[in-house]
């Protein structure tokens, strides 16, 4: 089974400043995707950026970019510039890619993020 | 506009009473979810559906029943076999093509009294 853990609960970051929140995650699959999901207080779940395990690149999405580190299965989110719109809450999540399991999805337990003006 | 939709919003319940969560989806994606969200945790996996007319429990089936006879519906029975119903409920689809991104509902907050 995957496990995914997000190790900081809360963090906060003054605005225009940059913020890095970690994931671990643990699989014995080769391909998957992992994802970045925001819930700001209004609770709808929204996509901030999606890496592709087979792809050795990291995913930028504006002010959004991870660290992925296969190896390490680690796969941390660094937002840039933060802005106050930033304030959420963020969800690590795993999605299987093999075939009995595709589409099998594990979520961290989140970080809430506060950007301070 | 294309969405996911989930009716009501806010559900109320006796203990005992069984109640379906109701979760509809215009995107025309195969694959559609259901998750449980408790106070400052995450999602917990109640079922998932790759195609209609099957569906496959997640790691927290127990007490909870699902259909799938309609590609564009997923709805969420809660039986009274769930100890601890009280939570809130996030259903979501995707596109079983890639199995790229999931798409959330707005939500259902159920408190049973």
């Known amino acids: 089974a995957q496990t995914v853990t997000q190790s900081q609960p809360e963090m906060s970051v003054q605005e225009a400043e940059t913020v890095t929140l970690s994931c671990t995650y643990d699989?014995?699959?080769?391909?998957?995707?992992l994802f970045w999901y925001k819930q700001p207080p209004s609770r709808q779940m929204i996509l901030v950026i999606r890496q592709e395990a087979y792809k050795q690149q990291n995913a930028t999405e504006n002010r959004f970019s991870v660290n992925f580190q296969k190896a390490a299965k680690s796969f941390s989110l660094k937002i840039s510039d933060s802005q106050l719109g930033d304030t959420a809450m963020y969800f690590c999540a795993f999605m299987s890619f093999f075939n009995t399991n595709a589409g099998k999805s594990t979520f961290g337990d989140g970080t809430t993020l506060t950007v301070k003006p | 506009d294309g969405g996911i939709t989930q009716s009501p919003k806010y559900l109320f319940r006796k203990e005992g009473q069984n109640v379906t969560l109701s979760c509809e989806q215009n995107l025309n994606h195969d694959a559609m979810y259901w998750y449980r969200q408790d106070p400052g945790q995450g999602l917990r996996l109640i079922y998932y559906?790759?195609?209609?007319?099957?569906?496959q429990k997640g790691d927290i089936a127990e007490g909870y029943s699902v259909s799938r006879e309609k590609k564009e519906s997923f709805p969420l029975t809660v039986t009274s076999a769930q100890k601890n119903p009280t939570a809130f409920y996030l259903c979501a689809s995707s596109s079983r093509t890639e199995y790229n991104e999931q798409f959330f509902g707005p939500g259902t907050r159920l408190t049973v009294l």
């Open positions: 699989t014995s699959e080769n391909n998957y995707y």
């Open positions: 559906s790759q195609i209609v007319n099957d569906f």
